[in-house]
Nanobody, 123 residues
């Protein structure tokens, strides 16, 4: 069983940066893929970025490519999402999710979830 706790959200202006953190406990973290999803009001929960268990493979949604960077520190059991050049359309609740080894794009493929952290970008 893996427990995930997100932090780092907040209210920023367009063009600013934020770094989200996902702290994991339980399980063997180094064998888990971790993904960041986001959900805006009235919209579906979408995959934003992900990193597989090895850290060798990453995924980014087209909307965030070149602006967001995902990384992991297995020794600290942490995954980070560096978000630069934030836009109002990035406003959402951001969730950290985890599953064994490989990245998948569907949120239903992830059994472990954090509680979410709000990111609000004002124009």
């Amino acid at each position: 069983q893996v427990q995930l706790v997100e932090s780092g959200g907040g209210l920023v202006q367009a063009g600013d940066s934020l770094r989200l953190s996902c702290a994991a406990s339980g399980g063997t973290f180094s064998t888990y893929a971790v993904a960041w999803f986001r959900q805006a009001p009235g919209k579906e929960r979408d995959l934003v970025a992900g990193i597989d268990w090895s850290g060798s493979n990453t995924y980014y949604a087209d909307s965030v490519k070149g602006r967001f960077t995902i990384s992991r520190d297995n020794a600290k059991k942490m995954v980070y999402l560096q978000m630069n050049s934030l836009k109002p359309e990035d406003t959402a609740v951001y969730y950290c999710a985890s599953r064994q080894r490989f990245l998948l794009t569907r949120d239903t493929s992830y059994p472990y979830w954090g509680q979410g952290t709000q990111v609000t970008v004002s124009s």
